[in-house]
């Protein structure tokens, strides 16, 4: 059996913020909820995670994940400490507790698996994962002998000058044998330049204590300021741009370019420079996005062309062209082949496949149909300051440039309005609309000034 204890009480001072540190966002995921997912793969029996600065603000941000438990930690007098809470919740678990540090997001659930075997297969009162990095400044030392058993972890503010040239650091993620840790917990002394309970002096008392070298280091950074959360999002992208060049995605000059691990993307896609994919997004295969693009919770089809443009919340259908700054958001749905060109805006509208909006144009709350083509600079004026209206134009229609349409309004199929028109009425089927004013032509006139 095992069970997972997630430190997450501790304030992260060094974060200068008001919001816990395991909160702050790494691509979209707090920290915490990155931990967790890291550990899910084993599917432990327990999933505790111990909570004190601001603990309901902790415990409200992970409702997603019904089965955790939370333990209260009221003061926070150390990681030690921290593991102490557990005595009474699991007075009578038996098994293998993994104690991970809610502030090392970037585990994979490879290693934690890994981790775990090497414990059980040893049966080891303990096993700690560790490694071997070129900046070991912040992280605890780890002393061991030649067959990878431990004989001390010191924390870098108590180390010696000597004992802090060892590159071997404490990664902040151990897996106990529960029954012998739970025995040895009440002992951990405070006497430290921090003057906290360390769980780090609890592997003074166990033996067999190994430790276990993880492959990639870059796994274990722990994230105690504001430039190791940027790290650790530097690392995060390009292990997400890795996999998806793996998987047959062309992304040119990757370092201008992020990608959240909640998009998909589909094979022969080209991701142009300066383009940013978040949130819920697919992108289909053979599209080219970007360059200068960001698209965020959308669903874009396949051989999609897409350029200087944002799309939010929304879906384009295969074969779409759209951009250059084109604004497309709240749910606007953009019909297969359609052109949604310079500076257009759409919200909440849909339109059918191959119709075109080219040019300087807002659509809000419009419906439109197949085959329509949008005239240069319409708007749809949903607005009366007060309540929005729906604009619905029948398949076939034409639009004349420069028109406004004046919502609530039906422009039937096969329609045409006349251009710089504004329409406020309906306009049935097969009809012609002219709504502007007649030409007026005086002969002989010229301005007075211009009049010699
Ligand atoms: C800890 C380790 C260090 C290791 C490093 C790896 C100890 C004493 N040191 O140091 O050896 O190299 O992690 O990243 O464990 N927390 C609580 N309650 C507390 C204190 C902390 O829940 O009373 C939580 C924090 O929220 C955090 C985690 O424990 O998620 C680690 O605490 P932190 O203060 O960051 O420890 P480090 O100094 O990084
Ligand atoms: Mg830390």
């Known amino acids: 059996m095992v069970a997972v204890a997630i430190l997450a009480a501790g304030k992260g001072t060094r974060m200068r913020s008001d919001l816990p540190k395991v909160l702050h966002l790494l691509g979209g995921r707090s920290l915490v909820e ?22 309901n603000r902790v415990k409200e941000a992970l409702l997603d994940y019904p089965d955790l438990e939370f333990v209260e930690q009221t003061q926070q007098l150390g990681t030690g400490h921290a593991v102490q809470q557990l005595l ?66 010191i924390e870098d503010r108590d180390c010696t000058a000597t004992q802090r040239q060892n590159r071997r650091v404490n990664a902040g993620i151990y ?15 405070s006497n430290n330049s921090q003057q906290e309970y360390y769980i780090t002096d609890a592997v003074n008392f166990l033996s067999p204590v190994m430790v276990y070298d993880v492959a990639d280091d870059r796994e274990i950074l722990g994230i105690n300021d504001r430039r190791q959360l940027a ?83 929304s879906s384009i259908g295969d074969n779409a062209n759209i951009g250059p700054f084109a604004h497309i958001r709240q749910q606007a749905q953009v019909g297969a082949a359609c052109r949604v060109g310079n500076f257009v805006e759409l919200k909440k509208s849909s339109l059918g496949d191959r119709t075109n909006v080219a040019h300087l144009s807002y ?25 929005k209206h729906q604009t619905t134009i029948g398949n076939f ?41 007649h030409q007026t032509i005086k002969p002989g006139w010229r301005p007075k000034w211009h009049q010699e």
């Open 34 to 55: 990155r931990v967790l997912i890291g550990c899910s793969d084993l599917q432990p029996e327990r999933q505790l995670v111990i909570v004190g600065y601001q603990a």
């Open 88 to 153: 009474p919740y699991l007075a009578d678990f038996q098994g293998d507790l993994l104690v991970l540090n809610g502030d090392v997001p970037l585990l994979r659930p490879e290693t934690l698996k890994a981790l775990l075997e090497t414990h059980q297969q040893h049966q080891n009162a303990a096993t700690i994962l560790t490694a071997q990095i070129q900046n070991p400044q912040g992280y605890g030392r780890v002393f061991c002998d030649s067959s990878n058993l431990l004989k001390e972890i």
């Open 175 to 189: 897996c106990f044998n529960w029954q012998k840790l739970q025995a040895v917990l009440p002992q951990l002394q």
């Open 231 to 313: 790290t650790a999002y530097q690392i995060l992208q390009s292990r997400i741009k890795d996999y998806w060049m793996a998987a047959g995605v062309s992304i040119i000059d990757p370092d201008s370019v992020t990608i959240d691990d909640t998009v998909k993307i589909g094979v022969d896609a080209i991701i142009e420079p300066q383009t940013h994919l978040r949130g819920n997004t697919t992108i289909g295969s053979g599209s080219r996005i970007g360059p200068g693009s960001l698209i965020e919770n959308s669903q874009v089809g396949n051989n999609v062309t897409l350029m200087y443009s944002v799309v939010v919340d």
């Open 363 to 387: 659509l809000g709350d419009a419906t439109i149909g197949t085959q329509v083509n949008i005239g240069a600079g319409t708007i749809a004026v949903n607005y009366d300051g007060k309540h």
């Open 397 to 437: 229609a034409r639009i004349g440039s420069n028109n406004t349409l004046v919502a609530p309004l039906n422009i039937g199929a096969h329609a045409t309005t006349a251009a710089g028109s504004t329409i406020v009425n309906d306009v049935p089927d097969d009809c012609l609309a002219i709504a502007r004013s």
